[in-house]
Structure formats: C-alpha cells, structure tokens
C-alpha cells in the first residue's frame, strides 16, 4: 500500500493565518462603523442601488421642506388678507350704521354734515385696508401683477379710483397656494356684474334741489343683461385709459306741466349720455322723453338702455337726474358721503341713504366672497401641507429602508465577527508554534 505525504510550508501557513486575521479585523471594522453611525451604507461602495435610492429620497424630502416653508409664508399672506377682509367689512358696517342715522329726518343740515366727516374718516380706512402690504411689502390684493399700491385714488379725472394691478386670482399648484388676493374682484365694481349706479339730483340754475323740492328716485336696476353688457363693451371699446368704462346718462327736464289738465303732470325730459357709444361712434340717438301721471306719485324712467328707475314728486324745468356707474367700493363711500352732506331736506337725506345702503351691500357681498375665497385657499393650504408630511414620511421609510442599519442584526453580526476574529488570534498563536526548531527544541 502506498502513502502519499504533502508537506504545507510554515511560511505558508502564517501567511494564511494573516491574510484571515485581516480580512477579519477588516470586517469588524466595518460592522463597528455601521453600529457607530446606525447605517447600513455609509458610502456609495457599501450598496451603489441603495445609496442612489436614499440619495432620491432625500433630494425629494429637501425639497418638501423648500416647498413647506413658501407654503407657510403664503398661508400666512392669504391668513392676513383674510384677516383684513374682515376688518374691511367691519368697518363697512360701521359706515352702513352711520348711513342709516343720516336719514333721520330730524336732522339738521348740519348734523348731516357732521355724520359725513365720520364717514369721512371711515372711508379712509377701508382705502388704507384696501392697500395693506404683508411682512415682505407685497401688497395683499395686487393680484396678478406687482403694482405696490394697488389703488389709487381719489383722482379728478374719471373713473375715480382705478385698480393697478391685473385682475384675477392665482391659480393653486399642488404644493403652493397664491400669495396675493384678486383685489379687483374685492373692491371694484363691475356694471354687467354688480349693477352698482348711483344717481345724482341737480338743478343747472341753483345747482342743487332745492329745500322745496320732494323729487327723489329708486334704486336703479338692471332690466335687460345683455344690453348692459354690450353698452360696457361698447364704452371700453371707444374710452380712453382715463376714462370710465361705462358712460353716465343725464335726464334733464325741459317743461313740466301740472296745470292743463288738473291732478295731472306731464314732464317732458331729454337723456344725453356721455361717451356716446349707442351705437359705437355716432351721437346718442335718444328722443326726448314725455310722460304723464298722478301729481306727486311717480313714474318710471326706461329710456335709459338697460336700465331703469323711478322717479317720485314733480320736477322742475332745469332739474336733472344723473345716472353713474361706481366703479368701486370707494366711490360707493364717497358718493354717500357726498349726496348725505349735500342733501338739502330730508327728502334729500332719504333719497341719499336709500341708494348708499343698497350699493354698499353690493360691496359688502363682494367682499364677503372673496373673503370666502381666502378661506378656500387657506384649507387647501392645510390639506396640501397634510399630504406633503404624509409623503415626508414615506420618503424618510424609503431613505431608511435604504440606507438605515437593522440594529439587532448589526449586533448580532458584529458579535459573529468578533468571534471569528479571537478565534483566527487563536489559531494564529498556535500556529507560531509548529516550528521545526520547536519540535526539535
């Protein structure tokens, strides 16, 4: 029988027993640095896919956060806005009250007067709430464009105050909400869709009705929508920037008549309107006006396209009734501030507070929606914060199941390894000693 021997060099076997130590002590090392920082890869080397996979999550979780805090300082613009909104209207409420006292009938001229300086001042302060700038300057209702001041006002020429910005309201994103209101929805009046108007009583001798008179008129109301639509396209189309879009009519009385037939009035009155747009570019074709009724009722003026109002007591020849469109919540204020204090009677003062509180609760809804509007806009922002937490945290699991150290299993691999590393000490002390000289020692 035959026995093969192979003879391992010693040399050999430390070099083994070295290169196993290493790659053991290299190991522990790398499990300690894993324990220490909680981390399966601490470098790209460790896992290239998940390294690039946390890498993504944490670009997209920074990102959240940039988009995080704009949302905070636009819920906080629009929170401000909406907080002034309701200033606005509180303020409106307290003129509406002073509005209402006015029409006292046991008022003197000159407590009138008195009332329209507190309306005056309070007036003032929805201009100044109308204008708030937020913590960063921006103005809270500057809408689509960047105007500073986003009303100007009051001014000579017409219309009286303009809005500088442009119309309309910021569309939401998924992550952001607008920074700015529409403060041309909230303050300023559009004749299609408000149907705000004021109406104005003169004398062209006295330039005034006199304490005698007992002329005074309703509301005015819209009867025919498309017509009024058409006569505001028609006006902008010909208007220069200066100039209102919609024109004013003025009925003036030329002869009135309440003797020929007794208990009878007759009132004959011409309409010019100003600009002339009905038609486009060519002068006002309207006839003059007659009418007959019961002296001292009233009738009915429908002359006016689109429009139309009534008209109580007996006119005097010379006297003539204005027709404007506000065309702003401004202008609502002043004019009654203006028709209060220079109301002559109190058939004057009636006639001057009728009118001013339906135009001002015309304004009031206005502001009241875009108010409403704001909250929309401020629960959005509460649902899209909501759901970009909720992605925060599934994008910090993604991180973590990427990246992250299974604690229980770091320990229990590290101990593994600590032990294969004492044991390879071991064996390499007792393979010092398998020395040939050893043996013959």
């Known amino acids: 029988m035959t026995t093969n021997y192979s003879r391992i060099g010693s040399a050999n076997t430390y070099d083994s027993a070295l290169r196993n130590i290493s790659n053991r002590q290299t190991a522990l090392s790398s499990l300690q640095e894993n324990l220490t920082s909680g981390k399966r890869v601490v470098r790209a080397s460790d896992d290239p896919t998940a390294a690039a996979n946390a890498e993504r999550a944490m670009t997209r979780i ?38 209402v006292s006015a029409g006292d009938g046991s008022h003197t001229s000159a ?19 109308a204008n708030t700038k937020d913590t960063n300057g921006q103005p809270l209702f ?71 008179r007992t002329l005074t ?24 920037p200066n100039n209102v879009p919609y024109p004013s ?32 570019g060519s002068p006002a074709p309207f006839s003059n006006v007659t009418v007959s009724y019961p002296t001292g009722t009233k009738f009915d003026v429908t002359a006016v396209p689109g429009l139309s109002m009534t008209i109580t ?48 609760d015309v304004g009031m809804a206005r502001i009241s929606a875009v108010r409403g509007q704001a909250g929309d806009l401020l629960n959005r922002a509460d649902r899209i914060k909501a759901n970009q937490d909720d992605r925060s945290i599934q994008l910090e ?8 150290l299974d604690m229980i299993k770091g320990i229990s691999d590290f101990n593994k390894e600590q032990t294969g590393y ?10 010092q000693q398998l020395s040939l000289f050893n043996f013959i020692n």
């Open 313 to 360: 007591g007996t006119p005097k020849v010379n006297d003539t009734v204005t027709i404007d469109a506000s065309p702003s919540v401004f202008s609502v204020l002043d004019d009654a501030i203006k028709n209060i204090k220079g109301a002559a009677n109190s058939n004057g003062a009636s006639q001057a507070v009728t009118q001013a509180l339906n135009n001002i």
């Open 397 to 404: 699991a993604d991180r973590s199941n990427a990246e992250d």
């Open 217 to 240: 008129t309703s509301a005015v109301t819209v009867t025919n929508a498309t017509t009024v639509k058409d006569t505001a396209a028609a006006a902008a189309a010909v208007a220069s």
């Open 142 to 212: 500057g809408a689509l464009a960047s105007a500073l001041t986003p009303f100007v006002g009051p001014q000579s020429s017409s219309p009286d105050y303009t809005f500088q910005g442009l119309p309309g309201q910021s569309a939401s994103s998924e992550v952001a909400i607008p920074f700015a209101l529409d403060g041309d929805a909230a303050f300023m009046h559009d004749p299609t869709r408000d149907r705000v108007f004021n109406v104005e009583l003169t004398n062209t001798v006295d330039g005034l009705i006199s304490a005698d």
């Open 111 to 129: 407590e009138r007067s008195a009332i329209a300086v507190q309306l005056q001042g309070l007036r003032d302060q929805v201009f100044a709430l």
């Open 422 to 431: 004492q044991a390879a000490l071991q064996t390499y002390a007792k393979v």
């Open 249 to 280: 009519y003025t009925l003036a009385f030329t002869a009135v008549d309440s003797t020929t037939v007794p208990g009878t009035t007759t009132a004959t009155y011409s309409i010019t309107e100003t600009p002339s747009v009905t038609p486009l």
């Open 62 to 99: 920074s990102r959240i956060a940039s988009d995080q805090r704009a949302l905070a300082s636009q819920r906080d613009a629009v929170a401000q806005a909406e907080s002034t909104l309701g200033s606005v209207t509180d303020v409106l409420q307290q003129f509406r009250e002073l509005v």
